[in-house]
């Protein structure tokens, strides 16, 4: 099929014209400061002044850095709180997806947070786990329990940031659940039940499969989400924690960037991260598109 | 199949992408080619600043502050386009804890402001990194402005050489300076009947552990203690006990880290103590000074800091307070940190001496001073306005003449500002956490410590070293 004529050309023009303003963003805000940053990981660019190549030695650097694998660990352990939120979310929606009165006012109850502020939200929480008057402990204590002072324990500032994000994510998981939910075929369960099927049968054997594409979609975005948090360390915990107990890699990248005058070893941690999420995203697409096959 | 494959790549591509950008979004956009040209044109208007007197120059003036001081500032910028008709100021404010981040982004992006609050940690690397403009000239020709009347221990701290910070040229002038002095309230120690501490002779440790523990009681017999001797935050009062004491973080050349002289251990080992044995402190695991603050501020704490920046709120305390100088360690002297916030010009400006002209109105004029002054939100800069401020008793403290002490005699700056960055001073208080519970003692601290600070020190010092050759 010839594409030359007026009516095409003129098609075309004005479709590249309508995408241009995103690819455009793309290349400005995206992709042009991310190649200067891998450029930059090869520099010892302190923000600055000028740029000095020195090969890899930042990244020789980071990998003795003892902070940066603390802060990696501190990334990857709060990570937890991804198949965690994955589980309860799920619990709600099927609890929500029941013809009871009152699901409305859940759904928009368990939805406040996510589209609350997310630094207002830090805030907030950074109060409720003051180790004094906060609101957590003083709940513990009605049930007497006496609860730490958990923004300065190292053992339990993780978990408790943990907690907050669980929270904060909790009702958009739910709302996807929900809408994975109502696209369930009705028959396949009246089926299920004709066979005799249980009520965990079901569970396990129809609505797992089929919200599956919605899991799968949480979880990458979860992990991607959750190898950049730094809004929630950087006001809760502002030096980061503990003996850097609550830090993460982005956390580590800024402090480092603006901090310390250090852009070019900050730029090299993040390219390692880019890298990270990159690797661990293409396995997860792998597994998923195996375990397509041979259902 | 194959388009199907297409969409995970692609996906993958932008997410690999946004992750990277995500930190590096510090306006690299114009970064590109941008600073050449704006550069030419900055350094050519020096000459052409004159001409300017026709069309107005726009300046803009980055800074912070809490509302109170916003508000002054404000003000007091008003005055000064008022005062000079041929300049227009365009004030961007940021919460205090973006100022630092924004600043640095916008440095980086090659679009710094043309008057903006800098911090005399920063100095070295903003003057190697051609950042600053140095304003010495403009001081010196200023009429209306004497720098002699300004501290010097504030103006030292803007002057560098190339290679010491104190000397060489100015690049800068104080905002303010921030003596921390040590308060105590007075109404609690008359109603517990114990004679009010000396303001010319500190306590020896022992006196201020004792009257502490004095001073720490359960006031209305229900069993719960609500009142305590202190309630300090190791980021800012453990320097008073460690300098009082003879020891210091780091050596006289500024390229070894002492903390593992027996001397600090002992006044860390103090610092935990006054929590851990000797109990005179609110709660256990206490780092966070929000706590401390408000039960200062509700009377239930007897010895506080309190800085100039206090004077304002605490003016509304329900009780009476005076300052004193911090306790005496082993060398009988009283030691305290000045903390400061400076002002400096863009090297980049195309006004250099409008700018130059407001960074003294703000720091160094009569006029300037008298408004901020007046405002309450700060020391006064100059000598002879800032006795006229300590001599006032009638406001609370009755003994703001500790202040002047702390900046004409004992006062010190904080150690992390005398290196080219803070990373190694920062390191000892990220990971103090264990010897403030009493799960690790000082000594060992400070012994695991030493070489770990050591390593970012040794890394500041060839960073500036590499900065310099640049």
Redesign the interface.
Known sequence: MKTNSRLYRKEAYYGYLFILPPVLGFLIFALFPALYSVYGSFTDWDGLGQMNFIGLDNFKDIFQDELFYKAMYNTLFMMIGIPIGLALALLLALGLNRRIPGTTAFRVIYYIPVISSLAAISIMWNLAYNGDFGLVNQFLDLLGIKGPNWLADKHTVKPAIMLMMIWKGLGYTMLLYLAALQSVPKDYYEAAELDGANAFHRLRHITWPMVKPVTFFVVVTGIIGGSQVFTEVNIMTSTGGPEYGSATVVFYVWQKAFGNLQMGYASAMTVILGLFIFIVTLVQFRLDKSSDIHE | MAKKGWI?AV??L?????????????G??D??NGPASSQASGSQSGDGSDKSGSEKAELTFMFRGGPDEQAAYKKTVDKFEADHPGVKVKIITTAA?QY??KL??A??GKSAPDVFYLDPG?LK??V????LLNINSYVQDNKDVDISKVWKKGVDLYRYDGQTVGQGDIYGLPKDLGPFAMGYNKTMFEKAGIPLPDKDKPYTWDEFIQVSQQLTKDTNGDGKLDQWGTGLNVTWNLQSLVWSNGADWIDASRTKVTIDEPKFAEALQLFADIQNKYKAT???????T??TYQRWMQGQIGFFPVGPWDLSTYAKLPFDYDLIPYPAGSTGKTATWIGSLGIGVSSKTKYPEQAAALVMYLTASEEGMKMLADAKVQMPNLQDMAQTWAADTSSKPANKEEFLQIVNDYGRPLPGILT????WY?LF???I??VLDGKMTAADYVKQEQP?MQKLLDK?IE?EA??KS?
């Not at chain 2, 190697?128 to 950042?131: E, H, K, P, Y």
């Open positions: 995970p996906t993958l932008v997410t690999a992408g946004l992750a990277l950008s995500g930190c590096s979004n510090g690299n956009a970064a590109g804890d630092a981040t640095k982004a440095i980086t920063d690397a903003y190697n990194g051609g950042v609110p709660s256990i695991a206490e780092a966070q929000l706590d080219y960055n803070a990373e920062n208080f990220t990971d956490q264990p770990k500041a960073q590499k900065s640049k």
